[in-house]
């Protein structure tokens, strides 16, 4: 167990509508990262969120977006929903700091189907 | 890209070592490596990593070459609950991302 959890487990849409997913990170972790996993591929970095501010955004457009509150927790938001956005949303937490490693400890995932 | 080429699959037996090789010859003085490991759909585990000298912890141990171009991740004793896919990953740290490769599925035999 990492403390990272993530909510909902499961969630079906259809095409065109919008998502939230949530994810509350482990404690006293400050930064948040998303990212996107297809069947049989190996995650994709979305984007990260370092103390409310978005640190760092990976090949995704603009319908995918986040926020990060006050407490570090998170959401990510898609828009304008595509087939193609089916997948294993995963969210990982870490504590950068000056002289350590920031290792990020993920989460176990929402698993999204576009209809 | 992901900077590391593993190989795509591979058996053990359980009870024995698994050694997980790794390659990432374009590998900078500040990347360290990194090894997590993802059991059927649920979110990667993180195993351990490394700058340039061994590391062990309690799931594994990590061989660094001198040269730092390659490495093996080491389970001592494999289970059957160890069977999953394993990424080998490289990164300077307190940067933003993770890249995964598509990694080596492991799978432990009884």
């Known amino acids: 167990e990492t403390g990272v959890t993530q909510s909902p487990t499961h969630l079906i849409k259809t095409r065109g509508q919008q998502v939230t997913l949530r994810c509350s990170s482990q404690s006293g972790h400050n930064t948040v990262s998303w990212y996107q996993q297809a069947l049989g591929q190996g995650p994709q970095f979305i984007f990260q969120?370092?103390?409310?501010?978005?640190?760092g955004r990976g090949n995704f457009p603009p319908r995918f977006s986040g926020l990060q509150f006050p407490n570090y927790s998170s959401e990510l938001n898609v828009n304008a929903l595509e087939l193609d956005d089916s997948a294993l949303y995963l969210c990982a937490s870490s504590l950068p700091s000056r002289g350590g490693t920031d290792t990020q400890y993920f989460g176990p995932g929402t698993r999204l189907t576009v209809l | 890209d992901a900077k590391t080429t593993q190989p795509t699959s591979m058996d053990c037996a359980e009870g024995r070592a698994a050694n997980l090789p790794c390659n990432h010859s374009t590998i900078s003085g500040n990347e360290y490596v990194y090894w997590y490991r993802q059991i059927h759909s649920q979110g990667p585990q993180y195993i351990i990593h490394g700058l340039k000298n061994n590391e062990t912890n309690e799931m594994a141990s990590l061989i660094i070459t001198e040269d730092r171009k390659s490495s093996t991740l080491i389970l001592p004793h494999a289970t059957l609950r160890d069977t999953a896919v394993y990424y080998c990953?490289?990164?300077?740290?307190?940067?933003?991302?993770?890249?995964f490769g598509t990694g080596t599925r492991l799978q432990v035999f009884p």
């Open positions: 969120y370092y103390r409310e501010e978005e640190n």
């Open positions: 990953i490289v990164r300077v740290v307190n940067t933003d991302k993770l890249i």
